[in-house]
């Protein structure tokens, strides 16, 4: 009795041990006119290993597509589909490019010098006769822009491998996920329905940095940060910053709104947008900020409080410490009487 493929990660990457990818026989990639293999028919799969992705760490995973693509530019493997037929993966990631000169110049080598490597897709669980993208988004542009079949890899995936899979290779890219897109990938992942570790071990990442990004995801609307773009230069402390000054303050957000919708700035890279929502807030925040200088009445200072939207600062002089405890011991007595007057509008 034949025993199923797996549908583990393993599988997907081609852990081989010890027995070789059968070489391709496959049809020329020039033109489209090879006969498209049914996704219902034979598939080439690749042989998985007796080792469950469960057991293995992120490093064994990238050690294994390594080895596949090694194996692959030595003597290829896969088969040709129709671009037209394979759709994106379920888990966005990808923000547009500011501009398109990169894609244009990857294009222009696809179609001089041949797909070098197969993309990795698995058959479109919702749509029968289609299939989904793992990795391989480039490729399947190009070749369909140039009317290309396009070598793939088609295996058995469950929404986890996809999901890792997707997230290894990006991470192998020359152009990798900026943080925000990394951010989003998380979030569409969980939205989903994957958990927690599989989303870390998709973007290898650790319990707080996943916190960062949910922070952010949950501060800043999905739309807001597509209008913004991909930022290659804004990392994590500028997408913290501007989520922590929306929240402070939500109506902010039609600031930010409003900023993005300026001519000068909608048409800018995102790296420029990104710049121009923080110094519109800032400015904002400094607007909102109220200095109030603590004297004794004889001109001797006692300290300055700062009051924000949803913050209070107290600094005191270096003989006004004692100041503070007794502020903490009439603490109660102040939030008394704050709701007693509220209660009483």
């Known amino acids: 009795m034949s025993k199923r493929p797996s ?31 049914s996704p219902g028919g034979q598939r080439s799969m690749l042989t998985p290993g007796v080792i469950q992705a469960s057991q293995k760490s ?76 793992a990795f391989g988004h480039r490729r399947t542009r190009a070749a369909r822009e140039a009317g290309l079949r396009v ?42 329905g994957l958990k927690a570790r599989d989303i870390r071990a998709a973007l290898s990442v650790d ?11 949950a501060s800043l609307s999905m739309e807001v940060i597509e209008r913004i773009g991909r930022a290659p230069k804004g990392g994590r402390p500028k997408w913290v910053l501007l989520s ?31 710049n121009a929502v923080l110094s519109a807030l800032k400015v904002k925040e400094t607007t909102d900020r109220k200095d109030h200088v603590l004297d004794d009445g004889n001109g001797n200072q006692i300290g300055t409080a700062v009051f924000g939207s949803r913050t209070v600062k107290l600094s005191l002089e270096p003989k006004c410490d004692d100041f503070s405890e007794f502020l903490k011991g009439e603490m109660p007595g102040l939030v008394e009487r704050f709701l007693a007057q509220r209660n009483a509008d």
């Open 244 to 274: 922590k000054l929306v929240a402070t303050s939500p109506e902010r957000i039609r600031l930010v709104e409003k900023t993005l919708a300026a001519a000068k700035v909608s048409e800018a890279p995102s790296d420029d947008k990104l």
């Open 58 to 133: 992120i490093s064994d995973l990238r050690e294994e597509r390594d080895r596949l693509k090694a194996l692959v530019e030595q003597g290829g493997a896969g088969q040709d589909l129709d671009p037209d037929l394979i759709d994106p993966s379920p888990f966005r990631d990808r923000l547009p490019d500011d501009d398109d000169e990169g894609f244009r110049t990857f294009k222009e080598e696809f179609i001089r010098e041949g797909q070098k490597l197969p993309i990795l897709v698995r058959v479109n669980p919702d749509r029968p006769g289609r299939f989904q993208t």
């Open 7 to 37: 549908k583990s990660i393993t599988a997907a990457f081609g852990l081989l041990n010890n027995v070789p990818l059968k070489p391709a026989q496959q049809a020329s990639t020039d033109t489209k006119g090879s006969p498209l293999p």
């Open 151 to 192: 070598r793939s890899i088609v295996a058995e995936l469950t929404d986890r491998d996809l999901a890792i899979a997707q997230g290894i290779e990006n991470d192998g890219r020359r152009q990798r996920l900026t943080w925000i897109e990394r951010a989003r990938f998380a979030a569409d992942m969980e939205a989903k």
């Open 207 to 217: 319990d707080p940095e996943l916190a960062r990004y949910r922070a952010v995801i």
